[in-house]
């Protein structure tokens, strides 16, 4: 522990104009599209660990809008218009991420999207085309295609999944490497001179004539006076802006923000690997990928709703072995494979699944509760957040 520099004081610790809480992704596109807005602000961000922790890296990597079956459940309980919007930010969010770094910088891959209806589910087909066709019409206006999602059963054989009756494909979507696409942000920003701080967590605020005071987690000595004191490392800033998503009730506990753990495997090498693409099952609550010849999987958070309610990043038996069966009655049913590598995120989530983008005061505000889809959303959420400040 040590005293500050003249130096660090009137540069890495200078005050701000903006100081945003959160180095994941709606940080850092919040941070780029405020640079873009006025290249003149002073922004630093400020990280809790060593890089982003939350869900950002450590999600699945797939660049998707929404499948069948979870947009129809969403048109249900959000309403039509609410869910076509949601839409709408995701899919702009996609090419918005694609038209600033192209496809290789994020190894971008489009082999599709694909929902599976198991038999159990007995969804009748009349139903199900029904469905299919109305979505279609509504989603023609956000993504210019006739048919975002069509019926393509020839499939299930092919892929080699059993217990499914049917498969719905959507070519328009597509996977990423979510720690490329971070880091790529984090050098964009930061060459636009955004100054991002790690192992910098925030304890508290308080609101101050002319701005915003942050208390660190950081001590320090500070030996201006004649009894040198231990303090925590305090920055002022104009503006605060908090992205810290599940975590954001740590900072402004009246929000409608919960966190909700993740948790995802990734199996050996599977020779001769059937399928490529984005697959979701059971509303999105069972997700994988192919990657590398092995399966990503993630999910089954709806079997323990409440033990995911969470904020500890661990794995837990119930939910890996849940995951293992899935993979093996019903991914790779007959196929010898084994686990290389487990880990858990944590997502926000509320009562709605709108994300929260608001003035909390004067010169506070918040954009958090991107409810597991931040990859697609977090552009435009950074885009819409930028507009409302200063």
Same mark, same amino acid.
């Given at each position: 522990?040590?005293?500050?520099?003249?130096?660090?004081?009137?540069?890495?610790?200078?005050?701000?104009?903006?100081?945003?809480?959160?180095?994941?992704?709606?940080?850092?596109?919040?941070?780029?599209?405020?640079?873009?807005?006025?290249?003149?602000?002073?922004?630093?961000?400020?990280?809790?660990?060593?890089?982003?922790?939350?869900?950002?890296?450590?999600?699945?990597?797939?660049?998707?809008?929404?499948?069948?079956?979870?947009?129809?459940?969403?048109?249900?309980?959000?309403?039509?218009?609410?869910?076509?919007?949601?839409?709408?930010?995701?899919?702009?969010?996609?090419?918005?991420?694609?038209?600033?770094?192209?496809?290789?910088?994020?190894?971008?891959?489009?082999? &599709?999207?694909?929902?599976?209806?198991?038999?159990?589910?007995?969804?009748?087909?009349?139903?199900?085309?029904?469905?299919?066709?109305?979505?279609?019409?509504?989603?023609?206006?956000?993504?210019?295609?006739?048919?975002?999602?069509?019926?393509?059963?020839?499939?299930?054989?092919?892929?080699?999944?059993?217990?499914?009756?049917?498969?719905?494909?959507?070519?328009?979507?597509?996977?990423?490497?979510?720690?490329?696409?971070?880091?790529?942000?984090?050098?964009?920003?930061?060459?636009?001179?955004?100054?991002?701080?790690?192992?910098?967590?925030?304890?508290?605020?308080?609101?101050?004539?002319?701005?915003?005071?942050?208390?660190?987690?950081?001590?320090?000595?500070?030996?201006?006076?004649?009894?040198?004191?231990?303090?925590?490392?305090?920055?002022?800033?104009?503006?605060?802006?908090?992205?810290?998503?599940?975590?954001?009730?740590?900072?402004?506990?009246?929000?409608?923000?919960?966190?909700?753990?993740?948790?995802?495997?990734?199996?050996?090498?599977?020779?001769?690997?059937?399928?490529? &693409?984005?697959?979701?099952?059971?509303?999105?609550?069972?997700?994988?990928?192919?990657?590398?010849?092995?399966?990503?999987?993630?999910?089954?958070?709806?079997?323990?709703?409440?033990?995911?309610?969470?904020?500890?990043?661990?794995?837990?038996?119930?939910?890996?072995?849940?995951?293992?069966?899935?993979?093996?009655?019903?991914?790779?049913?007959?196929?010898?494979?084994?686990?290389?590598?487990?880990?858990?995120?944590?997502?926000?989530?509320?009562?709605?699944?709108?994300?929260?983008?608001?003035?909390?005061?004067?010169?506070?505000?918040?954009?958090?509760?991107?409810?597991?889809?931040?990859?697609?959303?977090?552009?435009?959420?950074?885009?819409?957040?930028?507009?409302?400040?200063?």
């Amino acid at each position: 522990m040590a005293g500050l520099s003249i130096w660090e004081k009137e540069s890495f610790f200078a005050p701000r104009d903006i100081v945003i809480a959160g180095s994941g992704l709606v940080g850092l596109w919040s941070a780029y599209f405020l640079k873009k807005k006025n290249p003149a602000l002073s922004i630093a961000i400020l990280e809790r660990g060593m890089i982003p922790t939350g869900a950002s890296t450590r999600n699945a990597g797939f660049a998707c809008f929404g499948s069948a079956t979870e947009l129809i459940a969403d048109t249900m309980t959000l309403g039509e218009d609410p869910m076509l919007e949601l839409v709408e930010m995701r899919y702009k969010g996609l090419k918005k991420i694609r038209k600033i770094f192209g496809n290789k910088a994020i190894s971008y891959e489009r082999y &599709g999207g694909y929902e599976l209806i198991s038999e159990q589910q007995g969804m009748d087909m009349d139903i199900l085309r029904s469905n299919i066709d109305r979505l279609n019409r509504k989603m023609k206006k956000i993504v210019k295609k006739e048919k975002t999602f069509r019926l393509n059963d020839d499939k299930i054989k092919e892929f080699g999944f059993a217990g499914i009756q049917h498969l719905i494909e959507n070519p328009m979507e597509g996977q990423l490497h979510s720690g490329k696409l971070c880091l790529a942000l984090l050098k964009e920003v930061q060459s636009m001179g955004v100054l991002v701080l790690n192992n910098s967590p925030i304890e508290g605020f308080d609101k101050v004539s002319d701005g915003v005071l942050l208390k660190t987690h950081n001590p320090f000595i500070r030996s201006s006076g004649s009894q040198p004191a231990v303090e925590s490392l305090s920055f002022f800033a104009n503006q605060l802006l908090i992205c810290t998503n599940a975590f954001a009730r740590q900072l402004l506990p009246d929000l409608d923000v919960q966190p909700a753990r993740g948790q995802v495997l990734v199996t050996s090498p599977i020779e001769g690997l059937p399928f490529r &693409g984005s697959f979701h099952f059971d509303e999105g609550f069972y997700y994988f990928r192919d990657l590398g010849g092995r399966v990503l999987l993630g999910g089954a958070r709806n079997k323990d709703f409440e033990g995911e309610q969470t904020y500890e990043q661990a794995v837990t038996d119930p939910i890996q072995q849940e995951l293992e069966r899935f993979l093996r009655d019903t991914v790779l049913p007959g196929k010898q494979f084994s686990i290389e590598q487990r880990w858990s995120g944590t997502m926000a989530m509320g009562k709605e699944k709108m994300p929260v983008v608001q003035a909390v005061d004067n010169n506070i505000f918040c954009a958090v509760r991107m409810s597991g889809m931040g990859v697609a959303l977090a552009p435009m959420i950074g885009e819409k957040v930028a507009g409302l400040m200063r």
